[in-house]
């Protein structure tokens, strides 16, 4: 049975919940709790969510984000560290090391405890809708119905979560439908994986986020995002998250080449075509006031910069 202990708390492991680049996360249960434990290697991935949840901690539960529960590290040449590195050769045989490891090729695990979100990921609602998380479509779906209220519900509370944290010096950088949970019982919407988040002072480490929900300007130019770009780039990327819920497809197709002998990719984010004048069957289906505001958010998130309240405020009034 894979378990370990920590601090008098046995924890058991029940499921892989998914696998990034920043790290694995599984469900875990101690006593008659489940709890999200995430695992990574990566040491900027770890302290950017640590430092961001930390922030958020106090009101965590009322802004839809994960309530951190504990973090630490586990270090190499400690009793716990054999245990642990056996425990995810069995849990994750194919777990993403990062290239942060010590002479000896061993690695520090930084571990992050919070309370088990329960809910499905918005991707999957969005694949329903036809979208397949790339720019081919997908054949051959059948696409279940577009939920308006829904639509609604996820501005209602993400852009309430943007502008708290907004206002508080927090941007997240990586919002894609896989990173938000939706509950279908209570109809909450919750904002996980803060592994690229930065703050109003330490926003470094360049571009951040998946290609289809980063500002075209930012993809394309690769260039370096400053807090206040970051904050765009926030509402950009839960505007896409919507259009692609809305219509199926994303706003924009880009075009991926490599130069020879290169692993970075280039992109070419195909901007000269409106997304609002295609797709216009599916997107008549929303209300008016949201179709302009969600029209904003693609087109000119820029309007909204450091006042992500406003765009609230609009959302919901």
């Not at 492991?13 to 249960?29: E, H, I, S």
């Not at 986020?209 to 970051?230: A, C, D, M, R, V």
């Not at 765009?311 to 009034?317: F, H, I």
Request: charged fraction near 15%; aromatic fraction near 12%; include cysteine.
């Amino acid at each position: 049975m894979a378990v370990f202990e920590y601090q008098d708390k046995q924890y058991e492991f029940v499921m892989k919940l998914g696998a990034g680049a920043f790290g694995d996360t599984y469900q875990y249960k101690s006593g008659d709790k489940l709890f999200t434990i995430k695992i990574s290697t990566v040491y900027n991935s770890f302290t950017r969510e640590v430092t961001a949840l930390k922030a958020l901690s106090s009101v965590c539960m009322s802004i839809s984000i994960p309530c951190l529960r504990d973090t630490f590290t586990i270090r190499p040449n400690t009793d716990i560290y054999t245990k642990f590195d056996d425990l995810i050769t069995v849990i994750s045989p194919k777990f993403h090391k990062s290239n942060d490891s010590d002479s000896n090729g061993m690695y520090q695990y930084k571990v992050v405890i919070y309370d088990f979100i329960n809910g499905v990921p918005f991707s999957k609602i969005v694949s329903g809708r036809g979208y397949n998380g790339t720019n081919t479509p997908s054949k051959n779906v059948v696409v279940s119905p577009l939920d308006v209220h829904l639509l609604i519900s996820l501005g209602n509370q993400l852009l309430y979560t943007l502008s708290y944290m907004h206002e508080k010096g927090i941007a997240h950088r990586d919002i894609k439908p896989a990173n938000i949970i939706w509950n279908p019982d209570s109809n909450k919407f919750t904002l996980i994986d803060f592994g690229a988040a930065c703050t109003l002072n330490k926003c470094i480490g360049g571009m951040a986020g998946s290609p289809n929900y980063i500002l075209p300007e930012s993809l394309t130019n690769k260039k370096f995002e400053s807090f206040e770009q970051s904050t765009i780039s926030d509402i950009y990327a839960l505007g896409t998250c919507m259009y692609c819920y809305i219509t199926g497809t994303p706003p924009y197709e880009i075009n991926v080449t490599r130069q020879p002998g290169s692993q970075v990719p280039n992109y070419q984010v195909m901007t000269d075509v409106d997304p609002f004048m295609t797709n216009t069957s599916s997107l008549s289906l929303i209300p008016e006031k949201y179709y302009l505001l969600l029209r904003d958010m693609i087109l000119q998130p820029n309007i909204y910069s450091n006042n992500t309240q406003v765009l609230y405020q609009l959302w919901t009034s």
